[in-house]
């Protein structure tokens, strides 16, 4: 994992409303951070995997998604593929400053170079 | 002149042909001539008798050669929804009485040992036939959403209209024949006052007997309409937020000058809705229909899986943007729907 990828995820997603986010990077390694004892980040990793067979099943149907949302009761969980295979995924609680960032965050992503 | 009294057709269906013919006896006698009874020592024997006898009442073994009596329940549940059925094993257990009863059995009984037994079965299975379910809608709806009995009503191509209404609005939606005709919201009529009445944070609905609207506002599908309103709430939420506002519950500006531009708006591309186990109920330009039935199948476990791990309550649904489309993909216990929908205006993001 690059230092990068690591600088630009922890100190900018740290918004209210945020309750885990990772990076899975197109050699399968993650990064990824907890910010709620609820979410624990081994869980979190193993829900980022899954994510990622979910993003390559949806190609195999021909639906290459730029965006997955999984809406719950409790929580909204956004998934943004890079073209490269690197993945940006968070999960938030529903109407907050964290689901709203979701686009600035996305914008962000696409412009990281994941080498640095 | 007294009216003739309706005679009831009942079938039984055993493998036992001595317990069939004690049926016969024992329920002619208690029958009085308003029974009338047909007896099947096999499901296809009875498949048969159903396709030739129009029959009020089927009454089922569960234990049988070939195809047994909750395969047979199935069978007829999907060919004859209206007809009642009624279980008799020897063998009852909690796991056969639940399966019967989901495979939509009215009763489950246990076969009787004594003229006591039978007799008890005889008022439960006339009890049944001469029950009518009442016209209309009846009971209480917990935890189910507008959009569900929208969905529900749609599905069922019924018609009715569904009164909304909360403290500062409001409103009606007419259904005819499962195709969403009009709406009104105070001022507002046609899909601006769908999407507002869809877009209420609370309030309290009812179902109504359809009477015909005095004009007719709405022509898009139900599913589209469904998901404009989706997209409208959502997008009202995020443009509210942008601004610093307390989310109104609206429908957001855009949508009416959106929709005077017809050729920019999206429309539904492939639509599948199937049970909970699988089966299409409904299948429109699906390419293949079994790869997105698996799909809607992999999404409710994945999302089953992601609810051990996590406290996200209820899974409601998947949304995929995809290279001009969008796809909604639901996957409850009772229902799978994957929807999806040309986006012609999107930009690209990457």
Redesign the interface.
């Known amino acids: 994992m690059s230092s990068a990828s690591q600088e630009w995820l922890a100190p900018g997603t740290t918004v209210p409303g945020l309750l885990a986010c990772g990076l899975r990077l197109p050699d399968a390694t993650c990064l990824s951070y907890s910010f709620d004892e609820m979410y624990p980040r081994e869980h979190w990793e193993q829900i980022l995997q899954q994510l990622a067979e979910a993003v390559a099943l949806l190609a195999g149907q021909g639906l290459a998604p730029r965006r997955l949302t999984w809406t719950f009761e409790q929580g909204q969980i956004f998934l943004i593929p890079r073209a490269d295979g690197a993945l940006l995924a968070m999960v938030t609680q529903p109407n907050t400053e964290a689901a709203e960032n979701v686009e600035q965050l996305a914008e962000e992503f696409f412009s990281l170079n994941p080498g640095n | 002149m007294n009216a003739p009294t309706k005679q009831y057709q009942i079938l039984f269906v055993d493998d036992d042909p001595d317990f069939l013919a004690m049926i016969q006896d024992f329920f002619d006698t208690l029958g009085e001539k308003i029974w009338q009874i047909h007896c099947a020592t096999s499901a296809d024997q009875a498949l048969e008798l159903l396709k030739a006898r129009n029959l009020d009442l089927v009454v089922t073994d569960v234990n049988m050669p070939m195809l047994d009596g909750i395969q047979f329940l199935h069978i007829l549940n999907r060919s004859y929804p209206d007809l009642k059925k009624a279980v008799i094993t020897a063998n009852a257990t909690e796991e056969k009485r639940s399966a019967c009863l989901a495979e939509g059995a009215e009763l489950f009984i246990e076969k009787p040992r004594s003229p006591e037994g039978l007799k008890s079965i005889f008022i439960m299975l006339e009890e049944l036939i001469t029950w009518t379910p009442q016209e209309g809608f009846q009971g209480l709806l917990r935890r189910v959403g507008l959009q569900d009995v929208i969905q529900m009503e749609c599905l069922g191509r019924t018609s009715s209209i569904l009164e909304i209404h909360n403290l500062q609005l409001r409103g009606r939606i007419y259904i005819e024949d499962g195709r969403i005709i009009h709406a009104q919201a105070g001022d507002l009529a046609g899909e601006a006052a769908f999407y507002k009445l869809l877009a209420l944070a609370s309030g309290e609905f009812q179902l109504q007997p359809f009477e015909p609207p005095s004009k007719r506002t709405i022509e898009g599908q139900w599913e589209f309409l469904l998901m404009e309103a989706a997209r409208v709430h959502d997008e009202t ?2 443009a509210a ?2 601004a610093g506002v307390v ?1 109104p519950r609206g429908p957001a500006p855009t949508v009416e000058s959106s929709m005077a531009v017809p050729d920019l708006r999206p429309r539904v591309e492939e639509t599948l809705i199937c049970s909970g186990n699988g089966d299409p109920l409904y299948v429109w330009q699906c ?2 229909r079994y ?2 039935t698996a ?1 809607l199948q ?2 409710a476990q ?2 089953a ?3 051990q ?15 001009g489309s969008r ?1 909604v993909a639901q996957a409850g216990a009772d229902r799978m729907v994957f929807v999806r929908v040309s986006s012609p205006t999107e930009k690209s ?2």
Do not use: H, K, S, W
């Not at chain 2, 309550?313 to 943007?321: K, S």
């Open positions: 939420t995020a937020a942008a989310p390419p293949d790869a997105r799909l992999d999404v994945r999302a899986f992601f609810c791990l996590m406290p996200l309550g209820n899974f409601d649904r998947l949304e995929i943007q995809i290279a796809v993001t990457t």
